[in-house]
């Protein structure tokens, strides 16, 4: 499975932007998570978000209200929705797929991911 995430930039706090996460090669899976991390310079990776074969999603507190994590089947592809952008908020996002339908104590774990995009860069500016 390869994973490509695109969709950051430079935007003013409060403003809006959209990632998306495009899944291509082995993807059959009628199981799996789908999950956004990000890391800034300096810190550790950590959970933005993830969505679930069965539907579900689940959000950082820090995100929670302001990212919305959604699918598009058809397509292979997850988006992040993040509106109210703060400047805290700058990191490289990264998409990350695995292949199990994840139980929620583990979900936010960035070593129970077994495929990686590349990382796209999100600036906000105050």
């Known amino acids: 499975v390869q994973l490509q995430a695109s969709g950051g930039g430079l935007v003013q706090a409060g403003n809006s932007l959209r990632l998306s996460c495009t899944a291509s090669?082995?993807?059959?899976?009628?199981?799996?998570?789908v999950a956004w991390f990000r890391q800034a310079p300096g810190k550790k990776r950590e959970f933005v978000a993830a969505t679930r074969s069965s539907g579900s999603t689940h959000y950082a507190d820090s995100v929670k209200g302001r990212f919305t994590i959604s699918r598009d089947n058809a397509k292979n592809t997850v988006y992040l929705q993040m509106s109210s952008l703060k400047p805290e908020d700058t990191a490289v996002y990264y998409c990350?797929?695995?292949?199990?339908?994840?139980?929620?104590?583990?979900?936010?774990?960035?070593?129970?991911?077994?495929?990686w995009g590349q990382g796209t860069q999100v600036t906000v500016s105050s």
């Open positions: 090669g082995s993807t059959s899976s009628r199981q799996y998570t």
């Open positions: 990350a797929r695995d292949p199990r339908h994840l139980i929620v104590s583990t979900l936010r774990r960035s070593l129970e991911y077994e495929y």
